[in-house]
Every structure is written in structure tokens, then in C-alpha cells.
Nanobody, 126 residues
Framework: VQLQAFGGGLVQAGGSLRLSCAAS?????RAWFRQAPGKAREGISC????????RYADSVKGRFTVSRDNAKNVVYLQMNDLKSEDTAVYYC???????????????????????WGQGTLVTVSS
């Protein structure tokens, strides 16, 4: 599966952005991770392949929304009320070999995901 993330950019604090992740084929749970300068990669959101259930890290819960358009093989991350601490490179990932239940139980970890897209930079100015 090839993944391509796009939609990043510069936004003021309190603003919104929508990231997209296009996949070369359907199937598999999808997740968004991010990595801020000098910090470890952080799992922030996941959407299941079986029932479109979602999970969020506490740091983005209530502000970010993940969704998918299966017809287009695209997953979105709507980011609202952005804060300076949201500045990071955002990556999308896909899990095609792990059961949906297992992926959702470990959605914030990297190991369930076997395909990764290139990152897209989000910069939030205060």
C-alpha cells in the first residue's frame, strides 16, 4: 500500500486544517502519527477498517476528527482549535496484517502499522 499525506501548512493558533492521506488501495486500519522537533513520534488518531470506529490521543481529543472515504481510499484528519504544540510533521499509516480489534487496542503504538506515508508539515503560529 502506498500512502501519500498532504494538506499541511502554516496556520495561526485557533485555526483549522484538514489533512488527507490517499492510499493506493483500500482496506486496513488507518492512523495518524506526528513528530515534533526533538520529540518522539506520537500516535494521535486511528480509524478502524471494520466499523469505522475511531480512537484519539488525549492531546487531540475533542479537537481532531478522523474520517475515511472508502470509495476514494482517502482518510482525513480534521484539526480544529490548533495550538502551537500541534506543530509537527504528520504521518499517515496503514495496518493490513493485524486484526482490527488488535489494531484498535494498540492504536497509539507504531508496531501495528506496516505501511507509512511521507510526512506533511503542520506549523501553528502563536
Amino acid at each position: 500500500v502506498q500512502l501519500q499525506a498532504f494538506g499541511g501548512g502554516l496556520v495561526q493558533a485557533g485555526g483549522s486544517l484538514r489533512l488527507s492521506c490517499a492510499a493506493s488501495r483500500s482496506g486496513g486500519a488507518r492512523a495518524w502519527f506526528r513528530q515534533a522537533p526533538g520529540k518522539a513520534r506520537e500516535g494521535i488518531s486511528c480509524i478502524s477498517s471494520s466499523d469505522d470506529s475511531t480512537r484519539y490521543a488525549d492531546s487531540v481529543k475533542g479537537r481532531f476528527t478522523v474520517s475515511r472515504d472508502n470509495a476514494k481510499n482517502v482518510v482525513y484528519l480534521q484539526m480544529n482549535d490548533l495550538k502551537s504544540e500541534d506543530t509537527a510533521v504528520y504521518y499517515c499509516a496503514a495496518s493490513t496484517s493485524i486484526s482490527p480489534i488488535t489494531v484498535m487496542a494498540h492504536h497509539l503504538l507504531s508496531w501495528p502499522y506496516d505501511y507509512w506515508g511521507q510526512g506533511t508539515l503542520v506549523t501553528v503560529s502563536s
